[in-house]
């Protein structure tokens, strides 16, 4: 069995204006994400507390093939189009999970 595959992205956004308009196309696309794609196990949004101008991304896919399939489908291609001309720069992050803290159990104490 293979480790998840995860996927760390940061858009910085050209202008802080823009960030509501980003904010719904990019929330409409996380949620069809974990909704219509089996292979998607987690697609989280985030906004650091110090960079108003920034979206960070932090997706979990079953395996880099599952992520592959997501660039392909339509609600991804549709927010890739709408929301470039908002977006100064991306960075995208491949990485594999290793410890999924929230699925372990917590050794007992005594």
């Given at each position: 069995?293979?480790?998840?595959?995860?996927?760390?992205?940061?858009?910085?956004?050209?202008?802080?204006?823009?960030?509501?308009?980003?904010?719904?196309?990019?929330?409409?696309?996380?949620?069809?994400?974990?909704?219509r794609e089996p292979g998607c196990r987690r697609f989280?949004?985030?906004?650091?507390?110090?960079?108003?101008?920034?979206?960070?991304?932090?997706?979990?896919?079953?395996?880099?093939?599952?992520?592959?399939?997501?660039?392909?489908?339509?609600?991804?291609?549709?927010?890739?189009?709408?929301?470039?001309?908002?977006?100064?720069?991306?960075?995208?992050?491949?990485?594999?999970?290793?410890?999924?803290?929230?699925?372990?159990?917590?050794?007992?104490?005594?």
């Open positions: 069995m293979t480790n998840p595959f995860v996927v760390i992205v940061e858009f910085n956004l050209r202008s802080t204006d823009q960030m509501n308009d980003f904010r719904k196309l990019m929330d409409q696309n996380a949620i069809a994400s974990v909704k989280d949004v985030m906004v650091p507390n110090d960079r108003k101008d920034q979206i960070i991304l932090y997706e979990i896919y079953d395996d880099e093939a599952a992520f592959t399939a997501h660039l392909k489908t339509p609600h991804f291609l549709e927010f890739n189009t709408a929301s470039a001309a908002f977006v100064e720069s991306r960075n995208v992050r491949p990485c594999t999970l290793v410890c999924e803290g929230s699925n372990q159990t917590a050794p007992s104490k005594g």
